[in-house]
């Protein structure tokens, strides 16, 4: 007899849903899986991206040798050319003396000790002038940026201080306080604090809105809106005011040095710088402008630089920067 075929089943392309126990299609689940399994690439993908950009980040806190060498080399070369251009003899040498004349009148006057109580007197009135400057122009500043009549009516005044040369200052500082340290320090006041008024104003004008909207929402008053919204969020403006500011009091303080001597006005760099121009002494004369070059290129590596590069890093924005 023959036998009984055994039946074909016709087996159904389904797969048993863990969740709710129903049938669904194989293509279903493949199609779950593939999503699956691209997700899973994706993650992968942005750990990567992620483990990238921390390696990237450990890699910036070595140390940079090209920000030592460049300067350097950049140095080396301008006194090289100095040096070729003193050589062609086209001046006299007491006119454009050449780097060696300028470094034995710089040991001259380390010696006298004229280097060390300018420096220190410069220094030290640039750094109080300043000092009071940002004590004086940070909360006006934030003044004039929350209140909008009271920056109508002296913003272009403060615009144009900044514009006068602190120079102008010079005479009628000597009128009103004498050959005293306080004309000094009105002039530098007069250099500095406009700019920082001016760049903190810029910084509050790039907040975006939502900031202040945020701040109304947690209930913060006046005075934490200023201090812990405004100010933090426009303190990359606010820091290119201090810069510009520093960069104007020391430039005001050399010229009321140069200016005012005598009486109990100190010893000063602009004071060095005149000695030389009266004694007709060019060395002496240059030795004072390196000293004042010197002095404002350190202040802006120890001080400004780190504060402008911690700035940038906390903000992502180091990166794309060429510091």
Do not use: C
């Not at 669904?24 to 994706?42: F, I, K, Q, W, Y």
């Not at 109080?128 to 004039?144: D, E, H, Y």
């Not at 109304?216 to 933090?232: E, F, N």
């Not at 010197?294 to 510091?323: D, N, Q, Y």
């Amino acid at each position: 007899m023959p036998s009984n075929p055994t039946p074909v089943v016709e087996e159904k392309p389904v797969a048993e849903s863990v969740e709710t126990g129903s049938a669904e299609p194989r293509e279903h689940v493949h199609a779950a899986l593939t999503r699956t399994s691209t997700g899973n690439e994706d993650l992968r993908e942005l750990e990567s991206g992620l483990d990238s950009l921390q390696s990237d980040t450990v890699r910036k806190h070595r140390i940079d040798w090209t920000r030592i060498l460049l300067p350097i080399a950049a140095l080396v070369v301008l006194v090289l050319i100095w040096q070729f251009y003193v050589s062609l003899g086209l001046k006299r040498r007491d006119q454009v003396p050449g780097p060696l004349d300028v470094l034995n009148q710089m040991g001259v006057l380390w010696g006298e000790g004229k280097v060390q109580e300018s420096v220190w007197t410069s220094l030290q009135r640039g750094i109080v002038g300043f000092v009071i400057s940002v004590a004086i122009a940070t909360p006006v500043g934030l003044l004039l940026a929350q209140v909008a009549p009271l920056r109508r009516a002296f913003g272009p005044l403060i615009s144009g201080l900044q514009v006068l040369p602190s120079v102008a200052w010079v005479p009628a500082a000597i009128i009103w306080f004498g050959l005293t340290d306080a004309t000094v320090y009105f002039v530098v006041f007069m250099g500095a604090i406009p700019s920082i008024i001016n760049g903190l104003i810029s910084g509050v004008d790039q907040i975006p809105p939502q900031y202040r909207r945020v701040g109304t929402v947690l209930g913060a008053s006046r005075l934490q809106m200023a201090l812990q919204v405004i100010l933090p969020a426009a303190l990359p403006g606010y820091l290119g005011g201090l810069k510009q500011g520093w960069a104007f009091s020391w430039r005001s303080l050399m010229a009321a040095e140069i200016i005012a001597v005598g009486g109990t006005i100190g010893f000063g760099l602009g004071s060095l710088l005149d000695q030389g121009r009266q004694l007709s002494d060019m060395a002496v004369v240059m030795a004072a402008i390196l000293l004042i070059l010197a002095v404002g290129i350190l202040i802006e590596l120890l001080v400004f630089g780190p504060i402008e590069k911690r700035l940038l890093r906390r903000r992502g924005l180091l990166a794309g920067s060429t510091r």
